[in-house]
């Protein structure tokens, strides 16, 4: 059936894989060596919601095929002919789990092999542009050459320019019989035990995949053939509208993910609709109406109020997707035309196939003429953008595999979850309590500054609404948000409704002594750190992401305590303290070390590294410090409420753990990392840094950046690796 989408500006999101099922796409594109025809190409895929794509006829070169890395793809596996006909590429979405361990590339652009584990399940992943004769030794010499069979799930689609059974698969009443290289496909398929999933499902149903001008005929050519132990997990199966090529894309979805809970995030495009912030602000004020009383406990109504905005919007967001669905013309001529074809409808056909292409068109042309004014614009400049030309494409965060408590590696999604939360949860207790006279003699015994008192006296001072908001305003926009879902934009938007309900419960949990449960809730996720071995938990960064309304009342704290710091921080730390910068040390160090050495006395220098330093600082010896600094009980008091019943959870392949708490009771010193002389220092840092510049600038050769580009390109990214130096040489002028 053909379905065209008509004056429709859709904005279509990536599927998020919190689903049940992989979708699979073949679709031969017929070329995509112009810019414009990649972008409807990549555009269709998006809003198809691919996970991989089997494409056929990519037309592109081996040196060309990076032009298929669009943001969403991963990983890419290609085999190319030459630039005018042929090529296969399979595309994984970033989001995909997928480790390959083979990879086989037809060197005539025909086939790409790749074999490897998907998610739990071990697949061959088979992507076929077969050749539009009767060719028979084709099929038998491609499944030769099918690695890993006897241990693997094939997974075979494309385009194989034949049809099993030209009765149901043609559209031409003058049926053939099949052909020879048909034969030698069902042979082979019947003897691998591999099925047509799409015809198992349609036993007598008619539709087809391709249109041929020449013969205004359709055919079913294009398939998808799976391992029939893969039967159960074929959630569905379907042959898409024939746009932007004449091939139609066939989509097949595999329940081959392990079930995992969806995590709620706040759409901050919607905060750009003037008809949803009058509803929301509407459900605001008719809730506070019905529930805000003097006898409501304005923590519970806080709490109470995120939960029932957050239904509202999603309600709101659900309403707006099927309203959107409706503006959709479905226009089923294709269907008709098979089956009793003549010359009004084939006009009307060619009519709307020239109406889509043109609005596809005009989009892709659009979008193609802002990249081009935008990089020319700020494409040669010192930005963001020159920034993410060079940066590299950034790796999966998936983790596949990790060692277990046992020091056995687990592939197992649940048990990767569960072994990090163990080890976070082991990482982040106390050890036994130090004795409190001997943390009380340790800070008697040192000299410590303390803060002027009418310092004191302001931070004692209750927060006001003014100061709350002004804080508010002072937050980044687009940042992630915490495990509740709300982004501190929807808190700015809102700001004039949830300010005042913001204090009030900041106000009563510091007379009750303890936050309501979710502000107390992190979300840590995880990224991975370079050049470490990945299957070790200790090289994965942990982020922790707390929700908006604890990191509002985090700012306003530390906007209050921001002025009084360089008075009582010793000017030894350089860093997070305003109107130091970080060179001061180094050109202490250069002074030291070029300096004579007149008192014979010998000289170190001295590398220290906490491990995770600030999250393991123990709680009680911080707020002991606090008050030898001079801060009134009340602001330590503000600071021990951010400390007051923590808890985090980690989310791992969008599998998140229980919530474990958090705890420090006692201070400690943390591991020290010393180099043995300063010529190992050299040559661990020093070579270290010129090898990666190097390689940086052989990278970014191929860029089609200008002179003035690369000069910007050196100046953001070599030059600041070596600013510290640089900073600290005198500058003579002659």
């Known amino acids: 059936m053909l379905i065209y989408f008509l004056m429709v500006n859709l904005s279509i999101s990536q599927r998020g894989l919190s689903g049940s099922s992989i979708r699979f796409v073949s679709w031969n594109v017929r070329g995509l060596g112009g810019p414009i025809k990649r972008s409807r190409v990549f555009s269709h895929l998006r809003s198809l919601k691919t996970d991989i794509a089997f494409l056929q006829e990519t037309h592109l070169c081996i040196n060309d095929h990076f032009r298929m890395r669009k943001p969403w793809v991963g990983q890419i596996f290609h085999s190319a002919f030459n630039s005018k006909s042929r090529g296969a590429a399979i595309l994984i979405n970033k989001r995909t789990q997928f480790l390959p361990d083979q990879i086989i590339s037809d060197p005539h652009g025909r086939y790409v092999i790749v074999s490897g584990k998907l998610y739990q399940t071990s697949v061959v992943l088979v992507n076929v542009y077969a050749p539009n004769w009767d060719n028979p030794n084709f099929m038998t010499s491609l499944f030769s050459k099918i690695p890993n069979l006897d241990t693997h799930r094939l997974i075979l689609g494309g385009d194989l320019n034949l049809v099993i059974d030209p009765k149901l698969d ?9 052909s020879a290289m048909s034969k030698t496909l069902s042979s082979i398929m019947s003897q691998l035990g591999c099925i047509d999933a799409w ?20 055919s079913r050519i294009d398939y998808f053939f799976i391992d029939s132990a893969l039967l159960p997990a074929v959630k569905s199966t379907e042959y898409s509208a024939i746009a932007v090529s004449d091939h139609t894309p066939h989509i097949l979805d595999l329940a081959l993910l392990p079930v995992t809970t969806k995590q709620w995030k706040f759409n901050t495009g919607l905060l750009a609709k003037d008809e949803f912030c009058n509803y929301i602000s509407k459900k605001i004020g008719v809730f506070l109406d019905s529930n805000k009383t003097e006898s409501t406990s304005p923590s519970l109504l806080w709490e109470t109020l995120k939960a029932v905005i957050r239904g509202d919007i999603i309600s709101y967001s659900t309403h707006l997707a099927r309203k959107n669905k409706q503006k959709q013309q479905e226009l089923s001529v294709d269907r008709e035309y098979s089956s009793s074809p003549n010359p009004e409808l084939y006009a009307k056909r060619i009519k709307l196939q020239s109406d889509y292409d043109l609005l596809s068109t005009n989009k892709a042309e659009y979008l193609l003429r802002r990249t081009k004014g935008t990089y020319y614009e700020y494409g040669d400049k010192a930005s963001r953008l020159l920034a993410l030309q060079l940066k590299r494409q950034s790796a999966s965060n998936f983790i596949t595999q ?4 046992s020091h056995s590696l687990t592939t197992n999604p649940a048990e990767i979850n569960s072994t990090f939360a163990s080890y976070y949860s082991n990482l982040y207790q106390s050890e036994p309590p130090a004795n409190r006279t001997t943390m009380s003699n340790f800070l008697d015994n040192i000299d410590i500054p303390t803060i002027d008192p009418h310092i004191k006296e302001e931070l004692e001072t209750p927060i006001k609404l003014e100061e709350l908001i002004s804080c508010l305003k002072l937050m980044q926009n687009n940042k992630a948000p915490g495990p509740d879902g709300f982004p501190i934009d929807f808190y700015k938007k809102f700001s004039h409704q949830l300010a005042p309900l913001l204090l009030d419960m900041f106000n009563e949990s510091l007379k009750r002594g303890s936050l309501p449960t979710t502000l107390n809730q992190a979300l840590i996720t995880l990224i991975p750190k370079k050049d470490k071995n990945l ?4 090289s994965w960064r942990p982020i922790s992401l707390l929700n908006s309304d604890v990191k509002l009342l985090a700012k306003v704290l530390a906007c209050r ?8 921080i010793s000017l030894d730390q350089t860093g997070f303290v305003r109107g130091r910068q970080l060179s001061s040390n180094i050109r202490r160090l250069l002074n030291i070390v070029l300096s004579p050495n007149t008192s014979q006395d010998a000289e170190m220098i001295i590398s220290l590294d906490a491990e995770k330093a600030f999250d393991r600082v123990e709680w009680n010896y911080l707020f002991s410090v606090l008050g030898k600094f001079g801060f009134g009980s009340k602001f330590i008091s503000w600071i021990q409420l951010l400390y007051s019943a923590p808890s985090a959870c980690v989310t791992t392949n969008f599998q998140r753990s229980e919530y474990f708490p958090l705890s420090y009771n006692c201070f400690r010193y943390l591991g020290i990392n010393i180099s043995h002389s300063l010529s190992s220092l050299y040559t661990n840092n020093f070579t270290k840094l010129v090898t990666e510049n190097r390689s940086d600038l052989a990278r970014w050769d191929s860029l089609p950046l ?17 600013l510290f130096l640089f900073q600290c040489l005198p500058i003579f002028f002659i």
């Not at 043609?170 to 099949?178: G, Q």
């Open 706 to 722: 200008s002179l003035v580009g690369r000069i910007n390109s050196i100046k953001m990214n070599i030059l600041p690796r070596f």
């Open 199 to 218: 015809r198992l499902r349609h036993p007598f149903l008619k539709e087809f995949s391709y249109f041929s001008k020449v013969h205004q005929s359709y």
């Open 170 to 178: 043609r559209s031409h009443p003058k049926v053939l019989i099949p």
């Open 402 to 405: 990790i060692y277990d408590s």
């Open 561 to 568: 305590l921001d002025p009084c710091l360089p008075d009582i």
């Open 535 to 538: 299957n070790d938990c200790s």
